[in-house]
């Protein structure tokens, strides 16, 4: 059971508070003149005019009352928005920050990647990184040499490892960084989103040595990214983070699920007007709302159309307007694309427009829908007018009277497309 399993972080009311505009004005003659333009209760002469400054001396809470418990062995993914506080608790795990409030118990020694090249000296040669950072971990110069092959081999970068890191490219810098983290005597490894920079067969090495490092070894991994499928490739339990706080922690998928919006996206009427919307448009025709037909929607089994009703304004008349829809699946991998035939003649002011398709390829999950809004001149050229994302979710699910394969289709697996059934051809 869970409770019986040993822990390896615990996080227990953490809070982590930054001041706002109380330093940083570039020098301390600048930083003097602002705090006495305060304490008079005068316009701070270092801010641009038209500034807001009821944000001077204001707090900002990066965490907000974090409790979390990782166990040994554990990989756990962190996902979330820019700004939900991410990398400020794994810098507060990797001790580059105190908390302002709450506790932070570790068991064992941390090797972490926080942004390209953490803890390198630029100075130094890659050789002499690695046998700095084990030192930092506690490490003596014969367990260093016992594993200096291996990080070299493993970085790719032997030809370089007696060069001046200063001198490495981001990618070098990623893959040396992350193989003596990966190697060296360490229980946690944290790493925050710097795989991408990595090319994608190091990026896939990366994350079979963390796994391994989890599976076989025991050890801890503490992994941020915006790449679901990674998250999925390499996590057993996922967080989600929104505003300082951990809104979500269970399975990887339902985290993802949480994140993507799907708790609240699977309704009838979807109102467009704050959904986000491409800058390609050119706002001539405008998307108000998208509204689900059908009696079962938005749930659809096999054999099930689905008829969307769109209501948009017009500027102007145009005669010849085509609808788009492109599917994604939750983790914005396009599945397809349907276009509406024929071509609208659509009038200046508000307008609707019902169009029905069939979805008989689509495998069990959900799909979020695209809607492009474009007109098609005499020579067949396209200009758009709107693009909303998100626009409508739909849930695509299997009669129990499919056979098996359907029943059981895994759509992180096997995609999202159902192929006709193979034909066994005897000669």
């Known amino acids: 059971m869970q409770q019986q399993r040993e822990v390896a972080i615990r996080l227990a009311g953490v809070k982590k508070k930054y001041k706002l505009g109380q330093i940083g004005g570039g020098t301390l003659q600048e930083d ?38 990782v166990y040994k062995g554990e990989a756990l993914g962190i996902i979330g928005g820019n700004g939900a506080g991410k990398s400020t608790m794994l810098k507060l795990l990797s001790r580059v920050t105190a908390p302002t409030e709450g506790e932070i118990d570790i068991y064992g020694r941390i090797a972490s990647m926080l942004e390209v090249g953490t803890g390198f000296n630029g100075e130094m040669t890659g050789r002499e990184n690695i046998y700095m950072n084990g030192a930092i971990l506690g490490m003596t110069k014969a367990e260093i040499d016992a594993k200096m092959e291996d990080i070299i081999d493993f970085s790719e970068v032997r030809d370089f490892i007696d060069t001046p890191t200063k001198r490495y490219s981001s990618g070098m810098f990623v893959k040396l960084a992350f193989s003596v983290a990966a190697h060296l005597d360490s229980e946690i490894m944290i790493m ?19 796994r391994a490092a989890a599976k076989e070894e025991g050890r801890t991994v503490l992994y941020v990214s915006h790449n679901m499928n990674t998250i999925r490739s390499l996590c057993d339990r996922c967080i989600v983070m929104d505003q300082g706080k951990i809104i979500f922690e269970g399975g990887v998928e339902e985290a993802i699920g949480v994140y993507y919006g799907r708790g609240d996206s699977l309704r009838l009427i979807n109102d467009c007007e704050h959904t986000t919307r491409e800058p390609i448009g050119d706002g001539t025709m405008h998307i108000h709302s998208v509204e689900i037909l059908d009696k079962k929607a938005p749930i659809l089994y096999e054999g099930d159309d689905l008829t969307l009703k769109l209501r948009f304004h017009s500027q102007r008349d145009y005669p010849r307007v085509a609808f788009r829809i492109i599917y994604f ?38 799909y979020c829908g695209r809607i492009v809004l474009y007109e098609v001149n005499e020579y067949g050229s396209e200009t758009v007018h709107d693009v909303v994302n998100a ?37």
């Open 329 to 366: 699946t939750p983790s914005s991998v396009p599945v397809g694309m349907a276009a509406s035939e024929p071509s609208l003649s659509v009038r200046e002011g508000e307008n609707e427009a019902v169009f029905q398709m069939e979805l008989p390829q689509l495998g069990q999950g959900e």
């Open 192 to 210: 925050d989103e710097v795989l991408a920079v990595g090319d994608v067969q190091f990026q896939k090495k990366c994350l079979d040595r963390m």
């Open 32 to 69: 003097l003149q602002s705090w006495w333009a305060r304490v008079r209760g005068k316009e701070d002469p270092n801010l641009p005019i038209g500034t807001d400054q009821r944000l001077v001396g204001k707090t900002f809470m990066a965490l907000n009352g974090v409790d979390l418990t």
């Open 391 to 427: 626009a409508f979710t739909i849930r695509k699910e299997f009669r129990e009277s499919v056979n098996d394969t359907a029943k059981r289709w895994n759509q992180q697996y096997w995609g999202s497309i159902v192929f006709p059934s193979i034909e066994v051809v005897e000669e």
